[in-house]
């Protein structure tokens, strides 16, 4: 029990110190109010990238963005530092996200053509990002849902498989597997030729 | 299509510690080809082997690193918005003050403590004797003083006793059925007095109304 204890703090310690995050969320509870606006600073164009995948507005992105550091401002305070700040964010980003989508149901604009697979010009506005970033996005959005997460994560917002799993509510492992049939499928559907 | 394949190996290595089952190599390409450092040694071992004897497997390995190199050219979707504006907004939101945990600030010491107090005068109150003297006795310090004490009558006591009269219930008060007690007159001097009997009272049940107001003014007169 001993020794547990001392792993523990140890873990902690060592946490402490590769982790400024978790320096700037102690440093908040102790009162400090501007170690809030250098975690702003640190993880908002995270934040805003994860929302903006959700919301198709980039305005709307925007103001649901600043309601998620609006929550870590109300939450961090009670923030025990059992996932890693940024993994804390990103999953109040897409918990806000998901209830933005909610609300707005019919604003949405339509996810991305399934046609766009086999004809990457449907779509004028999205010409600009060439032929083969239309058919990887519209390959990725035919993923099944925690492939399409776990990838996503991992490869937009280059987080390591344990954030991953603990955004997308799986093991490690689980993780890990999934994304390798998220790339296993992405491969089918874009052919060899991706 | 299911969010995870069945598997298609047979060789499958024990999952890393704390984990649900075993998984197959074959699952953990893209992850080894993404991240080898996250890979446990027994893992990274068995896909290196799987690797160094199957030239297939290198192609999927060439393949997948493509893949992902492609997908981490992908440009962000959407414009970024101005970052310094975001922050100003989120700081008016929020306010100059850091909000603290309920239970690291004292407020929350008000409703306990209130409901403490509380608690603590109810157990006095329930746990304090009974120190009204019944029925009979005299207060002591008084009775010492050689003051005569009226009995009194404890809180718990009954002040009225039931009668039946006249086919209803009658609430008698005691001390009114006392002042027919008090210098009551021995049995057989009634008829001789015009007092009705005392030690037989079957003559109430032939009472009617107006006699019974009678008397209860007459006791109240008496009272008085």
Redesign the interface.
């Given at each position: 029990m001993v020794s547990l204890a001392t792993n523990l703090s140890l873990q902690e310690i060592v946490l402490t110190a590769v982790d400024p995050d978790r320096e700037l969320a102690e440093r908040?509870q102790q009162?400090?109010?501007g170690a809030?606006?250098q975690i702003?600073?640190r993880h908002?164009?995270g934040v805003?990238?994860i929302i903006?995948?959700y919301v198709r507005?980039?305005?709307d992105?925007?103001d649901v963005?600043?309601q998620v550091?609006?929550r870590a401002?109300?939450g961090l305070?009670?923030f025990r530092g059992a996932a890693s700040v940024r993994s804390w964010l990103y999953r109040i980003g897409i918990n806000c996200a998901l209830s933005w989508i909610r609300d707005h149901k019919r604003e949405q604009p339509a996810e991305l053509d399934e046609d766009a697979l086999s004809e990457p010009h449907a779509s004028p506005g999205r010409i600009a990002?060439g032929e083969?970033?239309v058919r990887?996005?519209a390959a990725?959005a035919k993923l099944?849902?925690?492939?399409k997460m776990v990838?996503e994560l991992?490869?937009?917002d280059d987080l390591?498989?344990?954030e991953v799993s603990e955004l997308a509510d799986c093991?490690?492992?689980?993780a890990?597997?999934?994304?390798?049939?998220?790339?296993?499928?992405?491969?089918e559907l874009?052919g060899?030729e991706? | 299509m299911s969010e995870r394949d069945p598997p298609s190996a047979t060789l499958r290595v024990a999952a890393p510690s704390g984990e649900a089952g075993p998984c197959d190599p074959d699952e953990l390409l893209a992850a080894y080809v993404d991240g080898v450092g996250e890979l446990t040694t027994g893992e990274r071992k068995i896909v290196e082997a799987r690797l160094a004897d199957n030239p297939a497997w290198r192609d999927d390995a060439d393949a997948t690193r493509a893949l992902l190199g492609q997908l981490r050219d992908l440009p962000d979707e959407g414009a970024e918005p101005d970052w310094s504006a975001m922050e100003r907004a989120i700081r008016d939101e929020v306010g100059p003050t850091t909000p603290r945990p309920w239970w690291r600030g004292w407020r929350w010491l008000v409703p306990i403590g209130a409901l403490a107090m509380a608690g603590a005068v109810l157990v006095l109150v329930l746990r304090t004797p009974e120190t009204t003297p019944s029925v009979g006795e005299t207060n002591p310090a008084r009775r010492d003083a050689g003051v005569p004490v009226a009995p009194s009558v404890g809180p718990d006591e009954p002040t009225t006793m039931p009668l039946w009269l006249d086919g209803s219930a009658v609430e008698v008060e005691l001390q009114a059925a006392d002042l027919l007690d008090d210098g009551a007159p021995s049995p057989g001097d009634e008829a001789e007095l015009g007092l009705l009997p005392t030690d037989d009272l079957a003559w109430v049940d032939d009472l009617g109304d107006d006699d019974i107001v009678a008397a209860e003014a007459w006791l109240a007169r008496k009272k008085t």
């Open positions: 908040f009162g400090e109010r809030f606006d702003v600073k908002q164009k805003y990238r903006r995948r507005s980039d305005a992105a925007a963005s600043q550091f609006v401002f109300k305070g009670t990002d083969q970033s990887l996005r990725i099944p849902p925690k492939q990838l991992r490869v937009f390591s498989f344990k093991t490690e492992n689980t890990k597997v999934n994304f390798h049939y998220a790339v296993k499928r992405l491969r874009l060899d991706a | -």
